[in-house]
């Protein structure tokens, strides 16, 4: 229901768009997708239990619960150069802020502050490739996009550790913080509104009642319920293995630290490709840009079964399973974000969008804890991987009976 973009002489600026509005992503979610990669230095420096590991993940990620929809509703009433831009810049504070933190409740704090701003990279990115790119090209625009954010994570995984090693984890953070600065920067510069979306920039104003009523049906669509049930299993996924993984191969597999979040890097590259790949894919399928995600969630529980039985002594073979479960596990956003953006009336992209992601927000605020308390008190990470492969198999359950195969 998005509208098209016409042809015109401006249509090739979409490509500039498409370049700030990847590396915004990139560089908001740097530092987010590489606590991972550095967790076991903060744990060892801070001595922290792994359930409180998996806390650092879910500070950043607690208020974009809240501020997804805030975001969603800025969105439809400004341009997306101030909500990014200003949210961008706020990451970037608050990271060089971080990178003074004195110890495990300050960082805990700053980290809530990045997630404000980390809020508007998500929906506002999305919105604007939603502007600029028609629905023949959308997907694949969208999956370039959305690789910003398993590019930030492979890129965080290749250079955080270094740095976590040779000059602490806080100089981490303050690089964080110089990136995000420059994303920040760039979309504010470069970004513009499309001329032929001026009409749907602005949500019109209705009464409070239409308003309500416009969410109720957005909320009732069962389109939305499959992005939902889909998103919470996989997002799930995605963080547990990026929190994880590392602190698995070193605790089960005797890797050392640096080894292990070498071998990591092989899940969000791997995701980079997937985003794009398979966004392009769902461009093409005849099946439906929703059918993707549902081989994603069926490659997902295969790949945390044979995690669970894979020798982990043998780097060849983890490198794979985990470049797998990166492809799969981390790729399945791009199709699923264009599916979310083509089932939302015009003037109401931004909200859903941000309903979305909120909804993804709280399993990713709930799990990496939920998860490292699990393996806290088991005393090992086979339930861990047990149950995020059950909990994909249920939504793929769930969500192939009643999926729609076209918008």
Known sequence: MSIDAPSGPTQGYRWVILFVATLAQTSACFFVQGIGAIGAYIQ??????????????SAAQLVPIAGLLVAGELLD?????????????????????GSLAPGYPALLLLLIVVGAGYSTAQPGGSKSIARWFATSQRGFAMGIRQAGLPLGGALSAAILPSLADDLGWRSSLAVGGLVALLGAGAFLVF?????????????????SRAETTARLAILRDRSMTNIMVSGLSLISVQYGILIFTVLHLHEAGGMAIERAALLLF?????GVAGRVLLALWSDRTKSGRYFPVLVCMGAVV?????????????????????????????GWYGPWVAYTAEIAPPDKTGFALGLAMAVNQV???????????LKDTTGGYLPVWGTLAMI??????????????NP
Do not use: K, N
């Not at 961008?88 to 504070?93: P, Q, R, Y």
């Not at 092989?266 to 791997?270: E, G, K, V, W």
């Open 44 to 57: 060892r420096d801070l001595h922290l239990t792994t359930a409180q590991v998996g806390l650092l993940v």
């Open 77 to 97: 009433r400004h341009s997306e150069r101030l909500v990014v831009g200003a949210g961008t810049l706020i990451v970037a504070l608050a990271l060089l802020g």
């Open 191 to 207: 970004y513009r509104t499309p001329t032929w979306a001026a009409h749907v920039s602005r949500s019109p104003v209705r009464s």
């Open 266 to 270: 092989a899940a969000p590259a791997a």
């Open 302 to 330: 295969a790949g945390l079964v044979l995690l669970m039985i894979a020798p982990l002594h043998s780097t060849p073979v983890v490198a794979l399973l985990i470049a797998w479960l990166g492809f799969c596990g981390f």
């Open 363 to 373: 399993a990713v605020v709930v799990a990496p804890p939920a998860l490292g308390l």
């Open 392 to 405: 994909c198999l249920l939504a793929l359950i769930a969500t192939a009976r009643r999926a729609r195969t």
